[in-house]
């Protein structure tokens, strides 16, 4: 059986508020952490620390804490970013998010209880346009990985950085940065006898939210970490896939035999944010993505017809992905929206979080609750290949 959802945080029905980019933070103490954005008019309004954009937008941030597996949650920090990932090194616990184009990092040491003054990792003169996504930021072996979009010729490539495990990552010399990459996909990433893994007419290719993924040499012969990105080909069910060196940190795409590069790699729920962890006790790695409820493509059709439902897959190798069950489910209405997972292990079971509407929500767009769930067991779960359906 799978524990029922709670809601981690709700909007008042009178604010002109929306909650965005769920992010989750297992403790080793049982204590769980979820930070989201708030973006709205009433931002300006709200107590805490905000700012407003290079657009003069108002932006804040907000940790949320639960000590009691997801009953009840209590406000732990404001922050003057968004888009934020927390991770643990050690005894601290890290933000890490963006503003203005610039990467900012808050340092907490007693698991959330207090939180440093916001620290800017870049200049945002220097990388103005820097864009990341809840999740960017992944453990491998001695390092911690990030992966960035940046600027490049007329679209965007993936930038990564580095930093210790165990250094002062409140230190800006702890982080290497690698060079920015190439535009991805290029106008050249697909051929019109390619198959059918590239774009559906007239569709031009996009991606966005790249998050790292370390695959130990247990499972690739050799450690490597990939980097899957929602993309926007016009199909569904398809992702863009890149390949990084971790000591150049530079990232290129997987050859075809003929030498081809080739960006796409089918992926459930790959048309839209996904979120991907691994279990470091059993290797298997678990994927948080919008559920298909109709049609397979085009794309755009396919994605407005399933944020509703946020399904979970289990795998060993991130290629044969099975199907275990809905995560988070909802309706028809504006309300119905269940969108943006973000998962985290916390012993042998899987917590999971997203964004969902409300009954003052005006489109799918407009998340007004974050919702929170966890699925008791996993291992034995996806060896089951089964986790039950949500509420």
């Given at each position: 059986m799978s524990a029922a959802e709670t809601t981690a945080c709700e909007v008042p029905a009178a604010a002109r508020l929306s909650l965005e980019c769920p992010h989750v933070l297992a403790l080793p103490n049982g204590k769980w952490l979820v930070s989201?954005?708030?973006?709205?008019?009433?931002?300006?309004?709200?107590?805490?620390?905000?700012?407003?954009?290079?657009?003069?937008?108002?932006?804040?941030?907000?940790?949320?804490?639960?000590?009691?597996?997801?009953a009840t949650w209590k406000l732990s920090a404001t922050y003057p970013f968004r888009r934020a990932t927390l991770f643990r090194d050690g005894g601290d616990v890290y933000l890490l998010g963006e503003a203005s184009g610039a990467l900012q990092l808050m340092r907490s040491p007693d698991g959330g209880g207090s939180w440093s003054a916001p620290m800017e990792l870049?200049?945002?003169?220097?990388?103005?346009?820097?864009?990341?996504?809840?999740?960017?930021?992944?453990?491998?072996?001695?390092?911690?990985?990030?992966?960035?979009?940046?600027?490049?010729?007329?679209?965007?490539?993936?930038?990564?950085?580095?930093?210790?495990?165990?250094?002062?990552?409140?230190?800006?010399?702890?982080?290497?940065?690698?060079?920015?990459?190439?535009?991805?996909?290029?106008?050249?990433?697909?051929?019109?006898?390619?198959?059918?893994?590239?774009?559906?007419?007239?569709?031009?290719?996009?991606?966005?939210?790249?998050v790292p993924v370390f695959v130990p040499s247990s499972v690739a012969g050799e450690p490597l970490v990939v980097v899957p990105g929602a993309t926007s080909s016009g199909r569904a069910g398809w992702c863009v896939w890149m390949q990084t060196d971790p000591v150049s940190l530079r990232a290129a795409p997987v050859r075809t035999p003929d030498g081809e590069p080739w960006y796409w790699r089918p992926w459930?729920?790959?048309?839209?944010?996904?979120?991907?962890?691994?279990d470091p006790a059993s290797g298997l790695y678990a994927l948080a993505a919008q559920q298909?409820?109709?049609?397979?493509w085009p794309a755009r059709a396919a994605a407005a017809a399933t944020r509703r439902r946020i399904g979970l897959w289990a795998s060993d190798d991130l290629v044969d992905w099975?199907?275990?069950?809905?995560?988070?489910?909802?309706?028809?209405?504006?309300?119905?929206?269940?969108?943006?997972?973000?998962?985290?292990?916390?012993?042998?079971?899987?917590?999971?979080?997203?964004?969902?509407?409300?009954?003052?929500?005006?489109?799918?767009?407009?998340?007004?609750?974050?919702?929170c769930r966890r699925i008791p067991d996993f291992r034995r779960l996806a060896a089951a290949d089964r986790i039950g359906t949500a509420p």
């Open positions: 989201f954005d708030q973006t709205g008019p009433d931002v300006k309004d709200q107590p805490g620390k905000k700012k407003q954009d290079d657009r003069r937008r108002w932006m804040q941030g907000r940790v949320y804490a639960s000590s009691d597996e997801g870049t200049s945002p003169s220097a990388d103005r346009g820097l864009l990341l996504a809840p999740g960017a930021i992944e453990a491998v072996e001695s390092s911690w990985m990030l992966a960035v979009r940046v600027p490049s010729g007329d679209g965007l490539g993936l930038q990564l950085y580095r930093a210790p495990r165990g250094a002062s990552l409140m230190n800006r010399k702890a982080w290497t940065a690698g060079p920015a990459g190439d535009s991805m996909p290029p106008a050249g990433a697909w051929r019109p006898d390619a198959g059918f893994a590239v774009p559906v007419g007239s569709a031009k290719p996009g991606w966005r939210n790249p459930p729920g790959g048309h839209d944010t996904f979120a991907v962890a691994r298909p409820t109709g049609p397979a099975r199907p275990l069950g809905t995560l988070f489910a909802g309706g028809d209405t504006p309300d119905g929206l269940r969108a943006d997972p973000a998962i985290a292990f916390s012993g042998g079971s899987l917590v999971a979080v997203c964004r969902a509407g409300g009954p003052a929500s005006r489109n799918d767009r407009d998340g007004r609750r974050i919702l």
